[in-house]
């Protein structure tokens, strides 16, 4: 009876063991792999020069490229004259294929508002095929106190109306009143066979309207949805239109400062109260 007590308390205890050993491993994955996968996808890891070279060129890697772009961009911000070499890579870069970069780039090159090699690329990225760029392009170029987006950054303050990219049945993912992020999936058109294309939305906003009823047979170019602008992009909009913003800006500045937006901060009507101040301040100065 001993022999075989001590035995099974033997047994017993490997098998705790093993059970500690496998809920540690566990723990340390939940971990570990977070960290790595946010390793790799967070920006703000500083980038030495010789990876900061290699990441910029890494055309196999876009996320490389940005994670370059952005660290670039901070080395700008602090007066670092060194980052004046890449100039002419990363302004290269406005010709890239990958939207998702052009995103980013269309950002940075905001960075140094005394740049003309910046300046010329932002120019032509006001004009991408993609809203997000020409978004960003047209606020970056606020910083070299050039209105050339103002055309864009106009429709940051009104509803976005998405439309069917094709014939089928729509079923809808977005539900009235939520919230969707740039690129997210608000509907499904189903073409029969089991296939069905995704209707994704090219700027954030909240589900306004829902265009057609679901499950309702729909064409290539009816509308959906419509979502209301972006709270971001009414903000980064309001302080546009306080640099660059003319006359013809007043009357929706105007209305957003007496009567605000219930969805929105205080700050932004005040926002819109100091464009319409600086507004009028231009047209002073260049009154004869």
């Known amino acids: 009876y001993g022999d075989w007590s001590s035995d099974v308390c033997s047994s017993d205890l490997k098998q705790r063991r093993r059970i500690t050993l496998y809920v540690t491993i566990v ?3 939940f971990v570990v792999i977070p960290f790595l996968f946010w390793r790799g996808t967070w920006f703000g890891r500083p980038l030495p020069d ?3 070279e290699q990441y910029l060129n890494d055309t196999s890697q876009p996320r490389h490229i940005q994670h370059a772009l952005v660290q670039i961009s901070e080395r700008i911000e602090r007066g670092d004259r060194g980052a004046e070499r890449w100039y002419p890579r990363v302004a290269e870069l406005a010709t890239s294929p990958v939207t998702e970069l052009r995103v980013t780039l269309a950002f940075v090159l905001g960075s140094d508002s005394k740049s003309e090699l910046f300046h010329n690329a932002l120019l032509k990225l006001v004009a991408d095929p993609d809203v997000l760029v020409r978004r960003n392009a047209a606020l970056s170029l606020v910083r070299f106190n050039d209105a050339a987006g103002l055309d864009v950054i106009r429709p940051m303050f009104q ?6 990219n094709a014939a089928g049945t729509v079923r809808y993912r977005a539900q009235m009143d939520s919230g969707v992020e740039g690129g997210t999936v608000v509907a499904r058109i189903e073409q029969g066979a089991g296939t069905s294309v995704n209707v994704t939305t090219p700027v954030p906003g909240k589900v ?3 265009k057609r009823p679901e499950g309702s047979e729909v064409s290539e170019g009816d509308e959906l949805l ?3 602008p972006g709270e971001m992009h009414v903000w980064e909009g309001l302080r546009a239109l306080t640099v660059i913003g003319s006359a013809e800006d007043l009357e929706l500045l105007t209305q957003f400062e007496r009567f605000g937006s219930a969805d929105l901060p205080e700050r932004y009507r005040q926002q819109a109260q100091i464009a319409i101040e600086e507004i009028h301040k231009r047209g002073e100065a260049v009154r004869p």
């Open 50 to 52: 010789a990876d900061l």
């Open 27 to 29: 723990a340390i994955a």
């Open 208 to 210: 306004l309207e829902l």
């Open 226 to 228: 419509v979502l209301s």
């Open 159 to 164: 509803a976005t109306v998405v439309k069917a």
